[in-house]
Nanobody
Framework: QVQLVESGGGLVQAGGSLRLSCVAS????????MGWFRQAPGKEREFVSA????????DYADSVKGRFTISRDSAKNTVYLEMNSLKPEDTAVYYC???????????????????WGQGTQVTVSA
């Protein structure tokens, strides 16, 4: 089973940018779609973005569309989330996860993703 480790979180002012990375090891990264989710205090974990195993098909939550960009580098077994024009409401712990179904397309269903990384904190100040 793949293991996932996120990095790149931090504290940034509103309007700033961050790039999150998620390195996969010990599994079948190239055969799985990858997703990013986030969880703010007191809220459910929500879908942010996903990229298919072809590296071309992507999906974004409406709240981040046009500001965030997901990508993957199969040579490095890494998926990225480039976050621009950050807002205070983007503050959350961000998790990457692998789609365990090996589907061709994408899903936003949290239950389809396993395993998960440990998360990286993103804090956006006003």
């Amino acid at each position: 089973q793949v293991q996932l480790v996120e990095s790149g979180g931090g504290l940034v002012q509103a309007g700033g940018s961050l790039r999150l990375s998620c390195v996969a090891s010990g599994g079948t990264f190239s055969r799985q779609a990858m997703g990013w989710f986030r969880q703010a205090p007191g809220k459910e974990r929500e879908f942010v973005s996903a990229v298919a195993k072809n590296g071309i098909t992507t999906d974004y939550a409406d709240s981040v569309k046009g500001r965030f960009t997901i990508s993957r580098d199969s040579a490095k077994n890494t998926v990225y989330l480039e976050m621009n024009s950050l807002k205070p409401e983007d503050t959350a712990v961000y998790y990457c996860a692998a789609d365990r179904t090996y589907r061709l397309g994408l899903t936003r269903e949290r239950a389809s993703y396993e395993p998960w990384g440990q998360g990286t904190q993103v804090t956006v100040s006003a």
